[in-house]
């Protein structure tokens, strides 16, 4: 059973870059898109971006200009970067599996599962 | 970017009641909705995708309707476990966007 870790700094001052990684336990990751996903404290999901073994990227727009998302196949994690953060950027992220692809093709989306538990992130000085 | 809207945002609901939950989706979306729970604390669940394939494992009290821009979540006899947090999410294109979630409260 796939199971999702995200670990990384908790508290991260305004300006400065968030990084979080989320180790992929269970599974390949060389099987699945991989997305970052995010929650400010009391408020809705926001979708970040998603991450393909080959490279193949795709982010939100209203954050493209601030995110990269990457990959270390050789330890089975991925990881955010969020640069230039504001207390706005302060929420809870998320990592989760996303579209299953073998060989070469990717099969309809089935939805976000599974889900790692979550790490609150607070942008504060 | 497609706007997905929940209704309603509250639902104070007893143990047993029909509960039914409404998104709807600024543009067409085809079958492509996934709906999510998720209880305080913790990450979201999925329930349903494509509208209306049940994830296995999950109580079949739980059921999806809808194509295209309207799309309903039914839970046909509330339980206990079941007062949390609904979500609805599309796929058809990027962004993926979520709706802003309804709550289940204890009538």
């Known amino acids: 059973q796939v199971q999702l870790q995200e670990s990384g700094p908790g508290l991260v001052k305004p300006s400065e870059t968030l990084s979080l990684t989320c180790t992929v336990s269970?599974?390949?990751?060389?099987?699945?898109?991989w997305s970052w996903i995010r929650q400010p404290p009391g408020k809705g999901l926001e979708w970040i971006g998603y991450l393909y073994y080959s490279g193949s990227t795709h982010y939100n727009p209203s954050l493209k200009s601030r995110v990269i998302i990457s990959m270390d196949m050789s330890k089975n994690q991925f990881s955010l970067k969020l640069s230039s953060v504001t207390a706005a950027d302060t929420a809870v992220y998320y990592c989760?599996?996303?579209?299953?692809?073998?060989?070469?093709?990717?099969?309809?989306?089935?939805?976000?599962?599974?889900w790692g538990q979550g790490t609150l992130v607070t942008v504060s000085s | 970017d497609i706007q997905m809207t929940q209704s309603p945002s509250t639902l104070s609901t007893s143990v047993g009641d029909r509960v039914t939950i409404t998104c709807r989706a600024s543009?067409?979306?085809?079958?492509?909705l996934a709906w999510y729970q998720q209880k305080p604390g913790k990450a979201p669940k999925l329930l349903i995708y494509e509208a209306s394939s049940l994830k296995s494992g999950v109580p079949s009290r739980f059921s999806g309707s809808g194509s295209g821009t309207e799309f309903t979540l039914t839970i046909s006899s509330l339980q206990p476990d079941d007062f949390a947090t609904y979500f609805c999410q599309q796929y058809d294109s990027y962004p993926y966007t979520f709706g802003q979630g309804t709550k289940l409260e204890i009538k």
């Open positions: 269970g599974g390949s990751i060389t099987s699945y898109y």
């Open positions: 989760a599996r996303d579209t299953h692809c073998s060989d070469g093709s990717c099969y309809p989306p089935l939805g976000f599962d599974p």
């Open positions: 543009q067409s979306i085809s079958n492509w």
